[in-house]
């Protein structure tokens, strides 16, 4: 029997990936700090043909994050640039800027990526910096987003990918995924269902945004 709260879900706008038009194969660098279960979707998306991309490097922050076994699964190149070995914000994102260019990565796809980021990277990467969060922007931004949806009594929470931008979960959207609240939700419960939607959500923004830059 389906889900309801599956039956429910969409995404706006209502376009399908393989309904995208991708000329061009893109150059992704992936930034993550936890599961990767994002930077997965993303590399099966590449894998069947519906994403036209190659995910040059991933980058993690965390020794134990989860990210590095699936980019080994993946077989993409991975790189741990622990945020406590940098004196300031500027510096580790000088260091990550320095190594996408090096990968000859175009855009950045902060895929649970748990730290805040510069003008350092931002201007690196003008406009080809997206990032996911578990809410519809602008509403409940920052951390223990879901937490914030139920305790707010919202009847729709949800997911958005968003161009990045130096405020925390600002900057113009790209695309978002509509989640319904039920009413025997908790926050694991919540969260489970939003992050099937982020994995169908993030490798259609990106088509969509690559579509959209100039």
């Known amino acids: 029997m389906p889900n309801p709260s599956d039956s429910l879900s969409f995404i706006s706008p209502p376009v399908a990936l393989e ?19 994002n930077f997965e979707a993303i590399a099966r998306a590449i894998e069947a043909e519906q994403l036209n991309a190659v995910v040059k490097l991933v980058i993690y922050n965390n020794p134990d994050a989860g990210v590095k076994g699936r980019a080994i699964d993946q077989g993409v190149p991975h790189l741990l640039l622990n945020h406590r070995d940098y004196d300031c914000r500027e510096a580790l994102d000088q260091d990550i800027v320095e190594h996408f260019r090096q990968a000859g990565v175009e855009w950045v796809i902060m895929a649970g990526w748990m730290r805040i980021v510069t003008p350092v990277l931002l201007d690196a990467f003008h406009r080809r910096v997206l990032n996911i969060h578990p809410s519809l922007l602008p509403s409940f931004r920052g951390v223990r987003a879901v937490e914030q949806a139920l305790a707010a009594g919202v009847k729709v929470s949800g997911c958005t990918v968003h161009y ?36 169908r959500l993030f490798p259609l923004a990106i088509a969509l945004a690559a579509q959209q830059s100039p």
Request: charged share 20%.
């Open 19 to 37: 309904d995208i038009v991708q000329p061009r194969c893109l150059s992704l660098g992936v930034m993550a700090s936890g599961s990767g279960s």
């Open 164 to 199: 990045a931008e130096a405020t925390v979960d600002s900057g113009p959207i790209v695309a978002q995924a509509v989640v319904p609240i039920l009413p025997d939700d908790n926050a694991d419960r919540l969260h489970q269902r939003i992050q099937v939607q982020e994995h």
